[in-house]
């Protein structure tokens, strides 16, 4: 086990210099001037003002000399420096990242506890109305596009009927919580703050909900199939024959054994879940990871884009890595090499 | 298609994988037999509804009661009969900017789909048919562009080229080929051990004949099956890279960027509601049908 995570925590390093040699050269093989970003169309005539902008971002050197450059620099925990913000990467990246987090762990508990529910149902009204109900619910809620529902429920929920916030991760002129942890909600219960914590609660909940819908029907899939399968157990029939009634069976021995396997979805769901804070945070103006690739990307703001490459590949690798230790914990059959 | 991918795990008499236990062609079967297998309530509702998208396709310009690109009257009127889904923020009847929006939404997604697919499959057969040194460097490469999460690099691919709705297209295979490079270098490798293979080789046939006549065609039905069910979501994907800027440009009525405008006159729903709709009938439609399509041929192997 210590051996398998460590030769897969080696790996890790190989995989992000693929990932940023690829990012740094598709961001340099651009054919749009990247010093209008950095300057501003408005200081594009004044040569003085673009000399000494190309001098101080490097530019004037050859290709490979900027990656050397980049490289060294990413060795030592520098990103570079965003070419809009005008500060570094790492800093952009550090302040935005709590908000994507807290977004993305709970649409993740969301989708777990909802999906296992949904799951349990659909397996006891196995070929019932009910089960294809949730069968096809399952498939609509992966066919949606995630932008148009965040519209949808926006338009309904807080446009129409008024019982949702607005967008965004707190009301207006609302102050945010001191920093801690970065997530308002843990934040504002550690400084005590009740009305400030349900604000944030409330402003969670909708877009959360959201970002788990692309995740709930492969749970609720996942967790129907894995009770059926262990419901023709031979612990289940012991268990029967001793007289233990049919729903105590399935409550106490078949659950736990059919949810180990979710386990091994959090791994897979990391990138919906990055695809899905990239759409959602847009439509929610929730100011995290990202809203900061797409306002990058527009902006051809290529440091930053590279590092949200990154820091997107870390999060990857890692719920990767983390899902198979979990597995491999939980359940002393799977054996890692 | 007449294979149908069975577990290939048991290993066979000679030391190989043992040869599927599904029927290897149904050919034999009298016709009905094989329709038969396909009547499914998914399949079949998948395949109406899609056969309607290709019509509308096709006839987009009868059916569509006005010019997509120019004001029919009021702005941002809302639904009536004379304009079904209502106006948008320049006039133009978002009913007809639908039906056209079908023209590019889908022939990209599935053009985007098959060409992921001929990269992948090439790169992905390669590798798993001449292993070594090219497997070696072939494999990582599909590994590393997985690593990423597929929309920051579509978005970085698409920012780098531009935007635009042929760009999006290549950002999207450049996005998608290694899944099936995985998927067909799996099918590959537990395919070469087969007794045909064997044969084929001990009797004299070159590598290439061989791969080319005895194991891509068996790697055939797993690939397209999963093509359906991806194509779901590349039809999302073109929609979404068009919906944050780097998709298809006004005054394109490719859908995403129609529920841009949609979300930039956020009161008048009827503007997202139009293409929004239209998306999800396609989507949802599509990927019943690669549900079906797997249950028929039992494809379980995701390749990711």
Not at chain 1, 6 to 25: E, H, K, S
Not at chain 2, 43 to 70: E, K, M, Q, R, Y
Not at chain 2, 76 to 88: K, Q, V, Y
Request: net charge positive; with cysteine; hydrophobic share 55%.
């Amino acid at each position: 086990m210590l051996r398998f995570t460590l030769r897969r925590l080696a790996l890790i390093p190989l995989l992000l210099w693929g990932i940023v040699t690829i990012a740094f050269f598709l961001s340099r093989s651009v054919s749009s001037n990247p010093l209008v970003t950095i300057v501003g169309e408005r200081n594009l005539g004044n040569p003085d003002v673009v000399a000494a902008a190309t001098r101080r971002w490097g530019l004037d050197k050859s290709l490979a000399e900027q990656y050397w450059v980049y490289l060294t620099n990413l060795v030592r925990g520098d990103l570079g420096t965003s070419f809009r913000t005008k500060s570094p990467v790492l800093d952009d990246l550090g302040a935005r990242l709590p908000a994507t987090l807290e977004l993305a762990f709970t649409a993740l508990v969301i989708a777990v506890v909802l999906g296992t529910v949904g799951g349990v149902i659909a397996a006891r009204t196995q070929g019932r109305v009910a089960d294809g109900v949730l069968r096809v619910a399952a498939l609509a809620g992966s066919s949606l596009p995630v932008f148009w529902v965040g519209l949808v429920f926006l338009f309904v929920f807080y446009a129409t009927l008024g019982i949702a916030p607005s967008p965004g991760r707190l009301s207006a002129r609302v102050i945010p919580p001191p920093d801690v942890t970065g997530f308002y909600t843990v934040d504002s219960l550690l400084a005590g703050d009740w009305p400030l914590f349900t604000d944030a609660f409330a402003h969670l909940l909708m877009p959360a909900f959201i970002m788990s819908l692309a995740l709930l029907g492969t749970v609720i899939r996942l967790v129907r199939s894995q009770m059926l399968e262990e419901q023709g157990a031979d612990y289940v029939r012991t268990a029967r024959a001793k007289g233990m009634a049919r729903g105590q069976v399935l409550n106490r021995h078949v659950l736990k054994n059919a949810i180990t396997p979710v386990v091994t979805l959090i791994g897979v769901s990391v990138g919906l879940l990055i695809m899905g804070a990239v759409l959602i945070e847009t439509i929610f103006s929730w100011n995290g990871i990202g809203t900061y690739a797409v306002e990058s990307s527009r902006g051809l703001d290529f440091p930053a884009i590279t590092g949200v490459c990154l820091v997107g590949g870390v999060l990857f690798l890692l719920g990767n890595l983390l899902t198979d230790i979990a597995y491999a914990t939980i359940d002393p059959r799977v054996r890692l090499s | 298609m007449t294979i149908t991918a069975g577990p290939l795990a048991e290993a066979g008499p000679f030391g190989g994988t043992a040869l599927p236990q599904a029927p290897l062609d149904d050919e034999k079967l009298p016709f009905r037999a094989r329709l038969r297998r396909f009547a499914r309530p998914q399949i079949v509702v998948g395949a109406t509804v899609v056969l309607v998208w290709l019509l509308v396709i096709a006839l987009a310009g009868v059916l569509a009661p006005h010019d997509p690109f120019s004001s029919s009257g009021g702005r941002l009127l809302p639904p009536s009969g004379e304009h079904l889904f209502g106006t948008d923020s320049l006039g133009r009847d978002v009913f007809s900017r639908v039906l056209h929006g079908a023209r590019l939404s889908l022939p990209i997604a599935v053009l985007a789909i098959v060409l992921s697919v001929l990269v992948g499959s090439l790169v992905g057969a390669v590798a798993g048919f001449f292993g070594g040194w090219v497997d070696a460097v072939l494999m990582p490469t599909a590994d590393i562009t997985m690593a990423f999460p597929s929309i920051l690099l579509a978005m970085a691919v698409a920012a780098a080229l531009g935007p635009g709705l042929a760009n999006a297209f290549l950002a999207i295979v450049a996005v998608w080929w290694p899944i099936y490079a995985r998927l067909v270098r799996g099918q590959i490798l537990s395919i070469k051990e087969r007794e045909h293979v064997l044969a084929a080789r001990a009797i004299g046939m070159g590598r290439w004949a061989v791969l080319r006549k005895h194991v891509l065609p068996h790697s055939l039905t797993p690939v397209s099956v999963n093509a359906t069910m991806d194509l779901g979501s590349i039809i999302i994907l073109v929609a979404s890279l068009s919906f944050l800027g780097l998709g298809a440009l006004p005054p394109s009525p490719e859908w995403g960027a129609m529920i841009t405008d949609g979300a930039a006159n956020f009161y008048q729903w009827w503007i997202a509601a139009g293409p929004g709709i239209a998306m999800v009938s396609v989507v949802l439609a599509v990927n019943f049908l690669g549900d079906g399509l797997r249950d028929v041929f039992d494809v379980k192997n995701r390749g990711r």
